[in-house]
């Protein structure tokens, strides 16, 4: 069965980003749907997939991952407006019945990502 999961990787602090608060979209065309929320736990992972199964289907994505909550957490300073705030990663699904495992490697000034499995 197809799945998406992430994980949070605070390469700052070489230390999983906890407590990091996820929004999940589905796109279409411009067109942008909410499909819920998730919170990444002390391993900085989702307790469960974010989606799966019929919830998962062909199409394009986005996590917006809300980087900025979690650096002010951190006691990160920094300026205001901060240089990463939220971090949208769309990206697209071209079959369903695939694991689909996105995650964020973060620090204040930078991050990266790719497909996992």
Same mark, same amino acid.
């Given at each position: 069965m197809g799945r998406l999961t992430t994980h949070?990787? $605070? @390469?700052?602090l070489g230390r999983p980003g906890h407590g990091i608060r996820i929004e999940? #979209?589905? &796109? *279409?065309?411009?067109? =942008? @749907? =909410? &499909?819920? *929320?998730?919170? @990444?736990? $002390? !391993?900085?992972?989702?307790?469960?997939p974010i989606l799966e199964? !019929?919830? #998962?289907s062909v199409g394009e994505y986005e996590l917006l991952f809300h980087a900025g *909550? %979690?650096?002010? =957490?951190q006691g990160v300073a920094g300026r205001e407006p901060r240089f990463l705030d939220r971090i +949208?990663?769309?990206f697209g699904v071209a !079959?369903?019945? *695939?694991h689909y495992h996105v995650p964020?490697? &973060?620090? +204040?000034y930078s991050y990266s @990502? %790719?497909?996992?499995?």
């Open positions: 949070v990787l $605070d @390469t700052s999940v #979209f589905r &796109l *279409e065309g411009e067109q =942008r @749907t =909410r &499909l819920g *929320e998730v919170v @990444t736990n $002390d !391993d900085g992972r989702c307790d469960a199964g !019929d919830a #998962f *909550e %979690y650096l002010a =957490r +949208p990663l769309r !079959d369903a019945s *695939e964020l490697l &973060l620090s +204040p @990502t %790719y497909r996992g499995s």
